[in-house]
């Protein structure tokens, strides 16, 4: 759906959006409501408060809900499909294991987040963050000290390169919406993010995850080791069904698969989705024709679901022999399916709550209001994307919203292309910080790490800002060096 033309003014829609913000933690965290319900009724009323005309309400409400499932619903399902496959099999264990001889558990968190950084350059957030939870969830097991030691430095690696890096889209679109050099903007784009995760990531989520330790969730991906806990008490999943560790059971006598089948399998949608990002950017420079067939193969099946479900394919073709039948893969999947449907519907209606906000204008009114304060154009920059996070949730439609808005101020100011890269950075730290409840990546990471809407707000609202801060601080400070 469209925006529509503001009803109110700059300063009545704020309040709307502040309200609609607290009605709905009141009802999560005080109510106990169920958060998709909360979150329905919330952007119902929220749609009618805005002064969205009553027939076009409907749209509104199932534009943002379909456009977030459309991308997120098939990703989670295929991911936890193969993360299942992986565990059930023995799997993850032999990646843990790895990782233990490897680098210890003194540094498996930071070596979890140097491989998300790597893997997350052509992958987006929630993708890699799926394609990488068995992995979390093994090692969190295996080493102890909670889901979050582990499963922060990884979700905070796929934020920031998908935030800053190209060829993820909102910076491309905000370089490219600037006038500014893609190329520079990956170039110096990349060690940025790398220091900024370690700042505003790694050391950050060392501290959180220390201070709230939440035990591995076990709704997602059933408990291992023949379904016991590691205290060795026996557990089921929450789903009703046989979970894992029935799984588990009738492979525990089979040879676990091969570090390099893993690791083949993991890189498999990576090196697809790669391909994707590869063609279509030769394809764009005009480098290769448009009509070429096999170009457009490559880009249909580097699309990030097309490559998720041909690497569950590939897994149940591989990981099967001598492992399980058909028959019992399929009862393994439908486990893995059942306790993912709250997620898939939260994180819908999340996009549904920023859906009714970007319709209702409140993000362009706040953004025309800031734009005129006369602050520094790395600020005002940094400022107008903040608001806008806050207001709509969508980090991209952040970037790309703030990177057009100043886009004439830009060219107007005659930037060279290093401070127009600096400044793709102030609207990429702005986009990324205060992750709240109005962002879908909020309920994933939620969800999946097992927390409740309180703690989420104390661990991943924290971390992402201070993400966010630390990129916007390298930024400021390159700012001056450049003169």
């Known amino acids: 759906m469209t925006e529509i033309e503001p009803v109110y003014g700059a300063g009545t829609l704020l309040l709307i959006a502040a309200a609609a913000v607290a009605l709905l933690l009141f009802l999560i965290i005080r109510l106990k409501l169920h958060a998709f319900v909360a979150l329905v009724l919330v952007s119902l009323l929220t749609a009618v408060a805005a002064g969205i005309p009553i027939a076009d309400i409907p749209d509104a409400l199932l534009t943002g809900f379909s456009g977030t499932l459309g991308s997120v619903a098939l990703l989670v399902g295929f991911g936890v499909m193969l993360g299942r496959l992986l565990e059930t099999t023995g799997g993850a264990q032999v990646l843990a294991d790895t990782l233990i001889a490897r680098f210890g558990e003194k540094h498996a968190p930071l070596a979890l987040g140097v491989a998300a950084l790597i893997f997350g350059f052509p992958i987006f957030f929630d993708a890699g963050l799926v394609v990488f939870l068995p992995i979390i969830f093994t090692v969190a097991r295996r080493f102890g000290g909670g889901i979050l030691r582990y499963g922060l430095p990884t979700a905070g690696a796929f934020a920031v390169m998908h935030a800053v890096v190209p060829p993820h889209p909102g910076p491309v679109a905000a370089a490219d919406l600037m006038g500014g050099n893609i190329g520079l903007t990956l170039v110096v784009g990349l060690p940025v993010a790398v220091i900024a995760w370690f700042l505003g990531v790694h050391l950050v989520a060392r501290y959180l995850s220390a201070r709230y330790v939440i035990d591995v969730p076990t709704a997602v991906f059933g408990r291992m080791n023949g379904g016991r806990d590691q205290d060795g008490a026996d557990g089921g999943t929450n789903d009703g069904g046989t979970g894992a ?100 519907l939260i994180t819908g209606a999340g996009g549904m709550f920023g859906g009714v906000l970007r319709a209702s204008g409140i993000g362009s009114a706040l953004t025309d209001a800031l734009s005129d304060l006369g602050m520094p154009i790395l600020l005002q920059a940094f400022v107008i994307a903040t608001v806008l996070r806050v207001a709509q949730g969508s980090a991209t439609v952040a970037l790309t919203t703030t990177a057009g808005l100043i886009s004439a101020q830009v060219a107007a100011e005659g930037l060279s292309d290093i401070k127009i890269t600096l400044l793709v950075f102030a609207v990429a730290a702005g986009a990324t910080v205060l992750s709240h409840v109005n962002d879908s990546g909020f309920w994933l990471v939620s969800r999946f790490f097992g927390m409740d809407v309180k703690t989420t707000l104390k661990t991943w609202t924290v971390l992402e800002t201070t993400l966010g801060l630390s990129v916007f601080l390298i930024a400021a400070l390159l700012w001056l060096v450049t003169g």
């Not at 029935?246 to 989705?273: C, D, E, H």
């Not at 790669?274 to 764009?284: F, P, Y």
């Not at 880009?299 to 041909?310: D, E, F, N, S, Y």
């Open 245 to 344: 560790g029935g799984a588990s059971t009738a492979t525990a006598t089979q040879a676990p698969p091969r570090f390099g089948t893993v690791l083949s399998l993991l890189l498999l949608p990576l090196v697809l989705i790669s391909l994707n990002t590869v063609v279509s950017t030769l394809v764009t420079a005009r480098v290769i024709a448009e009509d070429q067939v096999w170009a457009n193969t490559l880009i249909l099946i580097g699309q990030t679901p097309i490559a998720l479900l041909i690497t569950v394919l590939v897994a149940l073709a591989v990981l099967s022999r001598g492992r399980f039948t058909m028959g019992q893969a399929t009862g393994m999947l439908d486990d893995a399916l059942g306790p993912i449907c709250s997620i898939i």
